[in-house]
């Protein structure tokens, strides 16, 4: 039988190397740690090698197809499929930023929302029966930031399919840079809209997944806080904590029953759409 295998999306730092830490030291079988730069990628590795771990290293720049498939490739053949995938990369402008809103919003949703999408796209052809998709949203995105009705209860009705919520990610971009996306009652940040899109997402995959009936289970989840680049080092969670949600999805046992295409936070699903 082909070594079960483990990817982690931009794990060079922050919460994606704290699960590329936990997993090396709980998963059987091989652990990638991805990144977009090699030099970024290496170093993780040598720092996690240090520690006596021994992660394996792939490029992976979820933003480019092209080495989304070189990665789909390269684990068919090695290791016939995947058995874990943990979409952690994300990206959110600090509030210091001067990049106008129009280029905020295109930017943050082509990587949290529609980079993400792809990857899923491409690697679920390659998933091994018993696979663990962890998608890694926020409570930046609960779907209570969205005020505006019709598209709450759309959402909300767990209705929609994938077509439809890129079609929402596209009018969001396209609302921003034509200056009414505050009367259409979208939440405040654009990073917020990305996350609750993914969490939507994360809704129809899990149920797509689950009808392929070879227990292949999706969750998204929220890392919590954590002091990371991304929260200017603000939060309170260290990176090994803020992955233990991430790696406790990533490692649910053959034929669990719940949680499926839940929200996860420390462990406990969530209700996000309360
Ligand atoms: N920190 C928090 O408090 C918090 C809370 C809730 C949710 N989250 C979510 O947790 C995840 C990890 O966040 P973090 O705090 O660990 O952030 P981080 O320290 O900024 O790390 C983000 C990682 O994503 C990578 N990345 C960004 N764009 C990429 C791309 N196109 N292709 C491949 N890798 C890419 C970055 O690579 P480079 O080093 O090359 O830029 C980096 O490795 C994100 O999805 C974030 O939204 C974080």
Redesign the pocket.
């Given at each position: 039988m082909a070594r079960r295998v483990a990817v982690v999306?931009?794990?060079?730092?922050?919460?994606?190397?704290?699960v590329v830490r936990g997993l090396c030291k709980q998963f059987d079988g091989d652990v990638y740690l991805?990144?977009?730069?090699e030099k970024?990628g290496t170093d993780a590795v040598a720092e996690l090698q240090r520690e006596g771990l021994s992660p394996k290293f792939h490029l992976?720049?979820?933003?480019?197809h092209a080495?989304i498939e070189r990665l789909r490739d390269f684990l068919k053949q090695q290791y016939g499929g995947l058995d874990v995938l943990v979409?952690?990369?994300?990206?959110?402008y600090k509030n210091s930023s001067t990049a106008s809103a129009a280029e905020q919003a295109e930017n943050t949703m082509a990587?949290?929302f529609f980079?993400n999408l792809n990857v899923c796209k491409t690697m679920f052809d390659i998933l091994k029966p018993h696979a663990r998709v962890v998608n890694?949203?926020?409570?930046?995105g609960l779907l209570q930031r969205l005020s505006n009705p019709e598209m709450k209860k759309k959402i909300a009705s767990n209705e929609y399919n994938i077509p439809q919520l890129e079609q929402i990610a596209k009018q969001y971009v396209e609302d921003v840079k034509a200056g009414v996306h505050a009367e259409k009652g979208y939440p405040k940040s654009h990073?917020s809209m990305t996350?609750l899109l993914l969490t939507a997402l994360s809704r129809v995959q899990a149920r797509e997944l689950q009808n392929r009936n070879q227990d292949i289970v999706l969750n998204a989840c929220?890392?919590?806080?954590?002091?990371?680049?991304?929260?200017s080092h603000?939060?309170t969670?260290t990176?090994d904590e803020?992955a233990d949600t991430l790696i406790y999805l990533a490692l649910l046992p053959p034929n669990v029953n719940s949680p499926i295409g839940e929200f996860v936070e420390n462990r406990k699903i969530s209700d996000w759409t309360a």
């Open positions: 999306t931009g794990s060079n730092k922050g919460i994606g190397l704290g991805t990144a977009r730069d970024r992976l720049d979820i933003s480019d080495s979409n952690n990369a994300g990206i959110a990587v949290n980079a890694v949203s926020s409570v930046a990073y996350k929220c890392p919590g806080y954590v002091s990371t680049d991304m929260s603000g939060g969670k990176i803020g």
